[in-house]
């Protein structure tokens, strides 16, 4: 059963003050285990899961983005970002898009982007390996699940579970001020590999799964660093193994960053102590789904307008690139295997590329991924963006945009800037 314990935190004598060097007792917190049905949902927070599963479903029908692959790859980098900014990493998506071009050790890019946006980057990249190689797997492991921290920390010096004990908010010290002290380290592999083996089962319908998966890893708290990027980049593995979103992200942290009240209130509402079949613990549990499940709701409804918006995005593109073509003497409409209509549909996902990317994207020559570029710069759709000596960058300024502006309004708990002001720091407007 989930309970309290008690343990005894040694003074520190070496530490700078005398709040910071004092000893004490403190109460790690270690929750139920959660296979075998012993976390009961209520009748109506079931409902509304189903509900909350049906627009789901309606979003993944979206022609979004001349494919809803488009949409997929768009929301990936804009959910990376959002979760990333939930624990105070502030950087540009231009910035993000160059780490990750130098991520790539395709070329020597070595300025123009900032520690912060390095790490942003490798959270792009374990979210997309969040929902590529963990849902390949025939049944995830607590070794998978360490494999994301690593990518998202590759310099973290003590990758891995937890050896020592871990707390949140308090001084730097000692736990005893903290908000939550997650499990002592001995009780972390076993939660792990039952949570593990949770995520291979499919005892809930899959938004509840998604949503007890997190929250139960949020409160292990496994790693040093890390936990709420993983923990987060978990949700959309749990969703797209139980096939509820094939090709698309939900914007789940985008919505969870603007009412962060709610997503704490709705985790500390989970760590109920006793019997899990209890009131109490009933109540705590479908407190937390109600948070996710109302967010989920939102993320859908926020999903389909950016799915709108890059439609439209690319009816312009398309537009601009026919009037550019006509304007050179060739056919208005390139074929649909050729290299530059491949590159135009990756773009959401690639918004700064090299010829050296493009072709290893594309599997084509480098003149061939030359000639695609030069030919939307032409059309005015990538910009040429020198990135270091002898290599030229190429961005779709539109998507950074689409992303700063996507930002901006979902910084306002009314979804519009316009009606609310933002609750947080937000990016300036585009200015061109």
Request: charged content about 20%; glycine content about 6%.
């Amino acid at each position: 059963m989930a309970a309290y314990l008690e343990a005894t935190w040694p003074a520190a004598w070496d530490a700078p003050s005398r709040r910071d060097r004092r000893g004490g007792v403190y109460r790690p917190y270690v929750p139920d285990r959660v296979t075998g049905g012993s976390l009961v949902v209520s009748p109506d927070v079931a409902q509304e899961a189903a509900r909350a599963e049906h627009v789901v479903r309606r979003l993944t029908a979206h022609s979004a983005g001349h494919s809803v692959d488009g949409l997929a790859r768009f929301l990936l980098r804009s959910e990376a970002i959002a979760s990333s900014r939930i624990e105070g990493l502030q950087t540009s998506p231009q910035q993000v898009a160059l780490a990750e071009l130098a991520a790539r050790h395709e070329i020597g890019v070595s300025k123009g982007f900032t520690a912060t946006a390095a790490l942003v980057a490798n959270n792009v990249t374990a979210l997309r390996q969040a929902v590529t190689e963990l849902v390949a797997v025939e049944a995830v492991t607590t070794a998978d699940i360490v494999a994301l921290q690593r990518v998202l920390l590759p310099g973290e010096k003590h990758n891995g579970l937890r050896e020592v004990q871990n707390w949140v908010g308090g001084g730097n010290w000692h736990p005893l001020d903290a908000e939550f002290v997650p499990p002592p380290p001995e009780h972390v592999r076993p939660l792990m590999d039952d949570l593990v083996s949770y995520i291979n089962t499919a005892e809930h319908a899959p938004l509840v799964q998604a949503a007890l998966t997190h929250a139960q890893f949020e409160t292990i708290h496994p790693f040093t660093d890390g936990n709420g990027r993983v923990g987060r980049a978990l949700v959309h593995t749990v969703l797209t193994r139980r096939g509820l979103t094939p090709h698309a992200i939900l914007p789940i942290s985008l919505v969870l960053l603007t009412r962060s009240d709610a997503y704490i209130e709705g985790l500390t509402a989970y760590r109920y102590a006793g019997d899990p079949r209890s009131a109490e613990a009933r109540q705590g549990v479908n407190a937390w789904l109600r948070v996710f499940l109302a967010a989920t709701a939102t993320a859908v409804e926020q999903a389909e307008r950016f799915a709108d918006e890059l439609d439209e995005m690319h009816d312009e593109w398309s537009e601009r690139h026919r009037r550019f073509r006509e304007s050179q003497g060739l056919r208005a409409v390139p074929r649909a295997d050729s290299a530059v209509a491949r590159l135009l549909n990756l773009l959401p996902s690639a918004p700064l590329v090299t010829a050296r990317t493009v072709q290893s994207l594309l599997s084509v020559t480098h003149p061939a991924a030359r000639q695609a570029l030069e030919e939307l710069a032409g059309a005015g759709i990538l910009h040429p963006k020198q990135v270091e000596r002898n290599t030229t960058g190429y961005l779709a300024r539109d998507i950074f945009d689409l992303l700063t502006l996507t930002e901006r309004r979902l910084a306002s708990t009314r979804w519009d800037t316009r009606e609310s002001s933002p609750g947080r720091i937000v990016p300036a407007r585009p200015q061109r």
